[in-house]
């Protein structure tokens, strides 16, 4: 069982940044794919990076403004968020997936869930 618990979600105005953690327990977080992803109500979890040996992927939109990165001493990953914009808004959640695959982008691949975080970009 791997617990994940989200933080530094928040209100923030366009343009802004902020930087999410996921704090991860297991023996072997070195070896899982993280992944983040946001909903915003009504629609489905979309992918907005993972991270695993193989190294950082990003979705289309996000790609050069947000960075996913991780502390295996600390079982932390992270979620640099710059130059952000209203239609960031959303929870933001982080998973693992401990099959270690390269790269996923599909939510149904990971197997734990953070609770999520809100963060909400105001214009």
């Known amino acids: 069982q791997v617990q994940l618990v989200e933080s530094g979600g928040g209100l923030v105005q366009a343009g802004g940044s902020l930087r999410l953690s996921c704090a991860a327990s297991?023996?072997?977080?070195?070896?899982?794919?993280m992944g983040w992803f946001r909903q915003v109500p009504g629609k489905e979890r979309e992918f907005v990076a993972t991270?695993?040996?193989?190294?950082?992927y990003y979705a289309d939109s996000v790609k050069g403004r947000f960075t996913i990165s991780r502390d295996n001493a600390k079982n932390t990953v992270y979620l640099q968020m710059n130059i952000l914009r209203p239609e960031d808004t959303a929870v933001y959640y982080c998973?693992?997936?401990?099959?270690?695959?390269?790269?996923?982008?599909?939510?149904?691949?990971?197997?734990?869930w953070g609770q999520g975080t809100q963060v909400t970009v105001s214009s």
């Open positions: 998973a693992a997936d401990v099959s270690s695959r390269a790269y996923s982008r599909d939510a149904a691949g990971y197997d734990y």
């Open positions: 297991g023996r072997t977080f070195r070896s899982y794919t």
């Open positions: 991270i695993s040996w193989s190294g950082a």
